[in-house]
């Protein structure tokens, strides 16, 4: 019989207990670096203007109703979102290569992928899913829910603070042939590293020439350089080189759509004769797997993105919008490089400036993350990531001084 008694007390999610930690701290001069989401000037949630808009639109509309979705989803925002990732010129879709359904944001899309390569990515075979080093520690569970064993490639280097380059492709080469390799599309978490489009190049080879399955998370398209198609570019390469691969969608950052889940996952097949025949055997597999976990996805994010996706007018807003939020944070990013160089703070800060999209991997050490948040009530992972949309005007200087202080 079930003894509940016996189950074992997990440990607490490390970025939700650091956003407790935050929300419990009276001291007025705290700052939370912490949570990956965008922050205005005033360190407050940001509905984008272009969605308060859509927002209004769908509330006028007579025949808006609480009906279900079809389980893929909504067809326009789905159709919509394989163009923003892909461009609407893409060969996988003139080809019809690809199918894609709707998910619970960019976490689903991920699990919805894990799930489908659990069943049927090489099953005879021991697979093995490679994350980077690190990597969103919850790539780790969603996988290891679904039975799949992960490893990591090397991808942070410490003296650099950039790309470990060699390593990774090093690991990549000795992976076993068939390999699952998770690849961040731009803006990688939580490093905010990403390859060049030469070293993308390379990375491709090897993927290549092993024979693994790239299955790319893009949770950022927008937010790196502010230009979608610019954050989308390794991505439509390795499409462009005719690679199966998948693709785990999120709009929580580039829509701040957090809480309302919108996301897609893609699947596309290589070119062939057979492609059409591939895609929807893969499709009905995918609809049964959504069925039985979800049945169907929600339906407000979707609505509110696919009227933004689809019109125009709507469209320029939002490159605007995340123009807004991807300038303010490379604001901060050049504003805290230059302050801790005026200080003379120990160490090198080029890296603040050089890496991109929301968080800045700074260096510090757990010890001087613990410092800055028992002297300082600025709270940040313990892996010295900082989000850099908490930063502002108001505290980048408070902040600045705080590191200085922990580093020396
Ligand atoms: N993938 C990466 C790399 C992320 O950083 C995130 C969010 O932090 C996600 C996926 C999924 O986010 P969501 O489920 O909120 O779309």
Request: with cysteine; charged share 25%.
């Given at each position: 019989?079930?003894?509940?008694?016996?189950?074992?007390?997990?440990?607490?999610?490390?970025?939700?207990?650091?956003?407790?930690?935050?929300?419990?701290?009276?001291?007025?001069?705290?700052?939370?670096?912490?949570?990956?989401?965008?922050?205005d000037?005033?360190?407050?949630?940001?509905?984008?203007p272009?969605?308060?808009?859509?927002?209004?639109?769908l509330?006028?509309?007579?025949?808006?109703?609480?009906?279900y979705?079809?389980i893929?989803g909504?067809?326009?925002?789905?159709?919509?979102?394989q163009?923003?990732?892909?461009?609407?010129?893409?060969?996988?879709?003139?080809?019809?290569?690809?199918t894609?359904?709707?998910?619970?944001?960019?976490?689903?899309a991920?699990?919805?992928?894990?799930?489908?390569?659990?069943?049927?990515?090489?099953?005879?075979?021991?697979?093995?899913?490679?994350?980077?080093?690190?990597?969103?520690?919850?790539?780790f569970?969603?996988?290891?829910?679904?039975?799949?064993?992960?490893?990591?490639?090397?991808?942070?280097?410490?003296?650099?603070?950039?790309l470990?380059?060699?390593?990774?492709?090093?690991?990549?080469?000795?992976?076993?042939?068939?390999?699952?390799?998770v690849?961040?599309?731009?803006?990688h978490n939580?490093?905010?590293?990403?390859?060049?489009?030469?070293?993308?190049?390379?990375?491709?080879?090897?993927?290549?020439?092993?024979?693994?399955?790239?299955?790319?998370d893009?949770?950022?398209?927008?937010?790196?350089?502010?230009?979608?198609?610019?954050?989308?570019?390794?991505?439509r390469?390795?499409?462009e080189?005719?690679?199966?691969?998948?693709?785990?969608?999120?709009?929580?950052?580039?829509?701040?759509?957090?809480?309302?889940?919108?996301?897609?996952f893609?699947?596309?097949?290589?070119?062939?004769?057979?492609?059409?025949?591939?895609?929807?055997?893969?499709?009905?597999?995918?609809?049964?797997?959504?069925?039985?976990?979800?049945?169907n996805?929600?339906a407000?994010?979707?609505?509110?993105?696919?009227l933004?996706?689809?019109?125009k007018?709507l469209?320029?807003?939002?490159?605007?919008?995340?123009?807004?939020?991807?300038g303010?944070?490379?604001?901060?990013?050049?504003?805290?490089?230059?302050?801790?160089?005026?200080?003379?703070t120990?160490?090198?800060?080029?890296?603040?400036?050089?890496?991109?999209?929301?968080?800045?991997?700074?260096?510090?050490?757990?010890?001087?993350?613990?410092?800055?948040?028992?002297?300082?009530?600025?709270?940040?992972?313990?892996?010295?990531?900082?989000?850099?949309?908490?930063?502002?005007?108001?505290?980048?200087?408070?902040?600045?001084k705080?590191?200085?202080?922990?580093?020396?």
């Amino acid at each position: 019989s079930f003894n509940a008694d016996a189950v074992p007390q997990a440990p607490e999610d490390a970025l939700f207990g650091l956003m407790a930690a935050f929300r419990r701290d009276e001291d007025p001069k705290k700052v939370d670096l912490g949570i990956g989401a965008y922050r205005d000037n005033n360190a407050k949630p940001w509905v984008l203007p272009v969605v308060k808009r859509a927002d209004e639109i769908l509330r006028k509309d007579p025949n808006l109703n609480h009906e279900y979705l079809p389980i893929a989803g909504l067809p326009d925002f789905i159709s919509a979102s394989q163009k923003l990732i892909l461009g609407a010129d893409s060969p996988a879709l003139k080809e019809k290569r690809i199918t894609s359904l709707q998910t619970i944001s960019g976490t689903g899309a991920v699990h919805l992928g894990a799930l489908f390569l659990s069943k049927f990515y090489n099953p005879t075979t021991e697979r093995k899913v490679y994350f980077s080093d690190p990597t969103w520690p919850n790539h780790f569970q969603i996988f290891s829910n679904v039975g799949l064993s992960s490893q990591t490639y090397p991808y942070f280097s410490k003296q650099t603070k950039g790309l470990d380059f060699e390593g990774m492709i090093g690991s990549l080469q000795n992976a076993a042939e068939g390999s699952i390799v998770v690849l961040h599309a731009c803006a990688h978490n939580p490093t905010g590293v990403d390859p060049t489009q030469e070293q993308w190049k390379e990375i491709a080879k090897v993927i290549r020439e092993k024979k693994h399955f790239p299955f790319f998370d893009t949770a950022y398209q927008g937010f790196a350089s502010g230009d979608l198609a610019k954050d989308g570019w390794a991505i439509r390469y390795f499409i462009e080189q005719g690679f199966e691969t998948c693709i785990a969608q999120s709009y929580a950052k580039n829509f701040g759509l957090y809480g309302e889940r919108a996301g897609c996952f893609h699947f596309i097949t290589s070119p062939s004769s057979d492609a059409e025949s591939t895609v929807s055997r893969v499709a009905s597999q995918l609809a049964i797997l959504q069925r039985s976990e979800i049945s169907n996805p929600p339906a407000y994010g979707a609505r509110i993105a696919s009227l933004v996706l689809n019109d125009k007018e709507l469209f320029a807003e939002w490159e605007a919008n995340l123009r807004t939020m991807s300038g303010r944070i490379i604001d901060m990013r050049k504003a805290l490089r230059s302050k801790l160089e005026e200080m003379d703070t120990p160490g090198k800060w080029n890296h603040i400036t050089e890496q991109i999209g929301m968080f800045s991997f700074t260096g510090l050490t757990e010890e001087q993350v613990l410092k800055l948040r028992e002297d300082s009530h600025v709270y940040m992972t313990k892996n010295g990531r900082i989000s850099m949309a908490g930063l502002n005007t108001n505290n980048i200087e408070y902040f600045a001084k705080a590191v200085d202080s922990a580093v020396r």
